[in-house]
């Protein structure tokens, strides 16, 4: 099941990597900062090539706070990443910058007057005028199409285009954070919101194909909660137990329909949908009892139960 949302898209780009020849002669190392292992290690390649699923949005949540990407400061170009293995933040100075016309495209891609940069380093045998930027770390050159540095594959030149939201397509295929969605219909697809897709045929929860799934009659509820006139979502799982015609997402993690409540996805046993009310993020209660998650709290008195205090780092 596709886990905690929030797209992550600067990581993954640089852990892609520019596989192009740059030239790294020009760059020093300003500093190292920041052990990241824990990274390295929840973003392994996954054994199907470049494989978009939602461990990405994961590691967001619970990785340090280190933004990707160019900065300037007193008078010179800095750029934000990782060491060669991918396992240490590394800051270095961009030398022979023409600081009057340089400018970041995004956490990737750079330009200036004279050259064209990737993840920082300087692309070899590249004139800006022969740089096509397309967006979200898109672009064209060297009669490729290229997603964070990386060629995309059988992709065609001339009918590449970006959609928004990190989707673009071609005459043949449609991509998602520069990953082919496959069995996507590229003449009839159409992106939607919260990394929800469709064509013709099916509809898809980032890359992934949604079992079941009417394009026809699909309704967005929120971002965890989809559906269709026969069956409900949780991303691209089906819930089966689930009544489609009375199903409503109560928050971001609850829900119910006239028979059950759910919370991501799982049912709360024994919780009565007509007296079902959220506390916070945790608890729940109806006229019976008091849920923490899909527990039951033996004990606990629905009409005077208060939520203990949260303890926050300090």
Known sequence: ????????????????????????SNSQIVSLQTDTMSIQQKLKQEETPKEINMQRREVAAESP?????????EGKVFYNGLDEDKVFAKVWEI???????????????????????????????????????????YAKYNNGVYYGGEKLKKSDYTSFSFLGNRYAKDSISVYYYG???????AASFKPLKYGYSKDKKSVFSACNKMEDCE???FKILNERYTKDRRNVYMWEEKIKSADAQTFVALDEYYAKDKNQVYTS??????????????????????????YYGVKILEGKNPEDFMPPPREYPR
Not at 65 to 73: A, V
Not at 179 to 185: K, L, P, Q, T, W
């Open 1 to 24: 099941m596709r886990k905690t949302v929030i797209i992550l898209s600067s990581l993954s780009l640089i852990l892609c990597g520019c596989k192009l020849k740059t030239d790294s």
């Open 65 to 73: 706070k280190y933004e990707l990407g160019y900065r300037k400061y």
């Open 95 to 137: 030398k022979n910058v023409d600081m009057r016309t340089f400018k970041s495209l995004d956490e990737i891609y750079a330009k200036d007057k004279n050259y064209i940069y990737c993840s920082g380093k300087r692309i070899k045998n590249l004139k800006p005028e022969d740089f096509i930027y397309l967006g979200d770390s």
């Open 179 to 185: 990953s082919r969605i496959v069995g996507a219909d």
């Open 215 to 217: 394009p026809r009659t």
């Open 265 to 290: 996805g799982f049912v709360i046993e024994k919780a009565d949908p007509n007296t079902f009310e959220i506390i916070d993020i945790s608890y729940s209660k109806d006229k019976s009892h008091v």
